[in-house]
């Protein structure tokens, strides 16, 4: 293909940011440039622009800036309820093959009821979900391994890991590599540190633990997504206090909890609820001890937040 001397040509790229209208792209050939949306589509309401989103964008014109002209279609989103009760959906970012869940081991101390709605978010959005648990430094490992037990037994992979040592890096690092993958997890859990700590260019915001955990404010602020320098992307995501799920029905919530899979399709009444319906082969594997009780607990929990919520 020839390009005509002083005519630069469209070009590809994946959306790593945007505030205030201002939207950084890197292209395929790695260059990062600053865009603003075209007209047309910030008034199709239908979609709105994510990081990870991969967009055509048009080179300058009359007014020096580069244009983003088309959106192309998605993968995949990690996408939630806005915070607050508010009803429309919340693409967080675009394009996701894998969500890192991150938890600490202690500071701030780990509940399992909020780690499981982390999980139902990537279930939900059919996105594979890993477990990291950071700050190991902070407890005996053996004690951390109990306390997250139930979730390799549910088919999670789950890292322990410590930026503090170390521990844990080089694995993360290996799963991370040549994917784009979305980190979440509470707020003071370590997410930018650990990315910092694999990537020492990336220079995330961090905050002493103390402010972090006591004056409950977020140190990172929207998603950023960070091209990895083997190839692929993580999206830091600001911590989250409450979790919230769009369009979940109770019916597709049992899906999210994979270890209810072997059972689901055993129980008598084919639209089972697993809760109060006799012949109920989930219920039963908890009580035999084949599904965590806790983790059963947690569905029970959601399965009554989304039918009174509706
Ligand atoms: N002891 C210990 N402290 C850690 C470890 N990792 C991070 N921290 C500390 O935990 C605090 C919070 O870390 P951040 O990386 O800001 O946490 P975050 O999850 O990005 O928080 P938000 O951006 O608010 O969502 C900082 O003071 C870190 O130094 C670790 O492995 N061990
Ligand atoms: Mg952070
Ligand atoms: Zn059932």
Redesign the pocket.
């Given at each position: 293909m020839t390009v005509d001397a002083g005519e630069m040509p469209a070009e590809r790229g994946v959306v790593l940011r945007g505030t205030g209208g201002v939207w950084v792209v890197r292209t395929t050939g790695g260059e990062t440039r600053e865009a603003a949306l075209r007209g047309r589509l910030k008034q199709a309401a239908h979609i709105k622009l994510a990081v990870g989103d991969e967009v055509v964008l048009e080179p300058p014109g009359q007014d020096g800036t580069w244009a983003i002209s088309e959106i192309m279609p998605r993968r995949s989103v990690l996408a939630r309820r806005a915070p607050g009760g508010g009803h429309g959906e919340r693409v967080v970012a675009a394009n996701v093959d894998q969500v890192i869940v991150?938890f600490a081991a202690a500071?701030p101390e780990p509940h399992v009821r909020m780690l499981d709605r982390f999980l139902v978010v990537a279930e939900a959005n059919e996105l594979d979900a890993q477990i990291l648990v950071?700050?190991i430094?902070?407890v005996e490992l053996e004690a951390a391994r109990a306390r997250f037990a139930d979730y390799p037994r549910a088919g999670y992979v789950v890292h322990f890991a410590?930026?503090?040592t170390g521990e844990g890096l080089p694995e993360l690092r290996e799963s991370l590599a040549g994917r784009t993958s979305a980190v979440s997890?509470p707020?003071?859990?370590?997410?930018?540190?650990?990315l910092n700590a694999l990537y020492p260019g990336l220079n995330l915001r961090?905050?002493?633990?103390s402010e972090?955990v006591n004056k409950g404010r977020?140190?990172?602020v929207g998603a950023w997504l960070h091209p990895l320098p083997g190839g692929g992307f993580v999206a830091d995501t600001?911590?989250l206090r409450e979790v919230g799920f769009w369009g979940l029905t109770p019916g597709v919530l049992a899906m999210c909890f994979p270890e209810f899979r072997p059972w689901r399709e055993r129980c008598r009444f084919a639209d089972c609820s697993h809760r109060v319906e006799p012949g109920c082969a989930v219920r039963d594997a908890v009580e035999r001890g084949e599904v965590s009780a806790a983790r059963y607990e947690s569905y029970a929990r959601l399965y009554s937040e989304l039918t009174h919520d509706s």
């Open positions: 991150v500071q950071n700050k430094d902070l410590s930026v503090r997890g707020s003071g859990v370590g997410k930018s540190s650990l961090v905050r002493a633990v972090a977020h140190t990172t600001p911590g």
